[in-house]
């Protein structure tokens, strides 16, 4: 039977990890860790997953600095909010909730954020220190799924991944991670061809696709390593709403381990971004 690699689990002790090192922080240099999270509009998803960053926050004993603003806000306006958030002493991370609306372009606003704060990880500098191995901020799903893999895989070196999906947000950073740890990787997506064939060639398959049961039970070698990104809400057997991932789940009993959806990527991505905040904040305090 495939173990089920259980990301409650671990985000809760990378959470406990994030709030010791907080405390240290406060009592050793008295810096409390804060997190600036901006939300534009009232996108019912954006609004659910900054309530519970926030709340997540708060619960680690960091600073929580909250920015709601309308949907008719204007880049202009948007990005002196993030000029201001960069000079305040108080933040060390900034997150802006994606996505925004239509009249701002977000890649001018990402790319206005200090990339020092950039806790997720999205501005070209951090991008570009991810994909040379030279440290920076790293995107917090992806820095999830490699923590996940971490604690079923000692050493990479030399295995075979492959990526379905190549988001700049999970696709490719998980990519490029992969990559760091010596695995020969391929990055597939919508227009790939053979994608069943390739699949079955991998020791680790990463499905960021966002295709309900996409990855299904022939595509998977029995010893292969499964991490399911997708989230997907989709009507149950019972009529009710039920998310689902982008692995038909119950069909990769063969395979050596894989993740739940929900419980499994998940909720590792609010763990690390909590855990890229007290980074931001600890180098703060090393560099001041
Ligand atoms: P995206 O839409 O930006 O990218 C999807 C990628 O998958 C694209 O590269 C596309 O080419 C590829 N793709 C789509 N259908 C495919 C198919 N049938 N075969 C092969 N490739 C296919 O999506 P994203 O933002 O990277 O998110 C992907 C999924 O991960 C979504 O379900 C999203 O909700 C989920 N997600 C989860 C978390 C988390 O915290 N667990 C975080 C981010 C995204």
Redesign the pocket.
Known sequence: MASIIDGKAIAAQVEAEVAASGAALLRDHGIQAGLAVVLVGEDPASRIYVRRKIAQTRKAGMLSIEHRLPAETSEADLLSLIEALNVDPTVHGILVQLPLPPQIDANRVLDRIDPMKDVDGFHPVNVGRLSTGTGGLIPC?PLGCMMLLDTVISDFRGMKAVV????N???KPVAMLLLERECTVTV???H?RG?PEIVRGADIVVV????PG?VRGNWVKPDAIVID????RIEGPDGQPTLVG?AAFGELGHARAITPVPGG??PM?IACLLRNTMDAASRHATVR
């Not at 379905?164 to 988001?167: L, V």
């Not at 990104?229 to 997907?232: E, H, L, R």
């Open positions: 799903t379905i999906g190549k988001s947000i999970v696709g597939t997506h919508i790939t994608l960021a696709a966002g295709c996409l990104v997708g989230i997907n982008d990527v998940g991505t």
